[in-house]
Every structure is written in structure tokens, then in C-alpha cells.
């Protein structure tokens, strides 16, 4: 996988179970998810988050770059986007960048599209996200079309429909 770097004052978000800090790795910046092993049963929940997205590679979905862990931490590493949908949903008129009232009718739908795509081969792929929200659906602007791009992020309680969890559902 190669090596990567981040500073802890380089904060871009934070959850229940992790901080994202925005990173270097193979010359590019990236975003580095530190999951706490101790708090997440021996780390099985991260590394079954790792697992997941090694094998996904999709437009629409977050790209994964690998994971190493240190110490009592695993690190996640995955390009980095500009911002999330929810971010978008709460800046207002008179913060710096886009906002959701600020985009016209054109732009909102190829968002949802591309979510509903992202979806679509998720589930092809059999895997149920389990936590689709705003927050959790990121946002960056294409470098060639200027245009925003929707990537599905943090699998953290995504689980695949062969798994003992789901099909227990079935």
C-alpha cells in the first residue's frame, strides 16, 4: 500500500467513532479516517469497513487507497472530497462556495442521479449501505466540467447480503 501523511491539526471532520484529517499519500492529498481499535470490539468494525471498500470501484463511490493500522489506530485512506451533501444543505447565502439554494434545477438532479447510481451498484455488488444521509454523501468538483460529484462515503455499518447479519433479516 505505501506509506502516507497527515498532521492532527489538519482536521476535516469528525464522528462517532473517527476523525478524518486530510492527508499525503503517493503525491496527492487524500483523506485519512483514524478508527480507534479499542472502541471498535478489537477493530473488526473497521477493518471489515476496509475490506468492503477494497473491493468497490465505482464513479460514486468513495475510492479507497488502502489501510494500515499503528499503534492502537487504523487508518483509512481515500481520496479526499471538497465537502459533504449536508454541508452543502446548511451553508447559507452568505457563506463562501455553493449552496444547495444557490443550484439550479440541472445541478440538483445530476446529484440525485448520481447517488441513485452509486446506489444501484452498490446493491449490485450486494452491499446495503445502512447509513445513507447527507453527511455521508460527499462532494467534489470535477476538474475537467467544473461540476459536482456525489461519492457515497463511511461504510463503517454497511454490510453485505451474505453476510450472518443480513440474511437473518431475509
Known sequence: FGSFFFRRQDVVGVGGSARVYKGMYAGQLVAVKELDTARLAAGTKGLSEAALLSKLRHPFVLHFFGC??????????????????QQLLERGAHSRGPSARSLSLQPRLSLALQIAEGVQYLHENG??????????????????????VAKIGDFGLSRTTDSPEMTALI
Open 127 to 148: 452491499v446495503v449501505h445502512r447509513d445513507l444521509k447527507p453527511a455521508n454523501i460527499l462532494l467534489t468538483l470535477d476538474a475537467r466540467t467544473g461540476g459536482l
Open 68 to 85: 494500515c493500522v499503528h499503534e492502537s489506530h487504523l487508518y483509512l485512506v481515500t481520496e479526499l472530497c471538497d465537502t459533504s451533501l
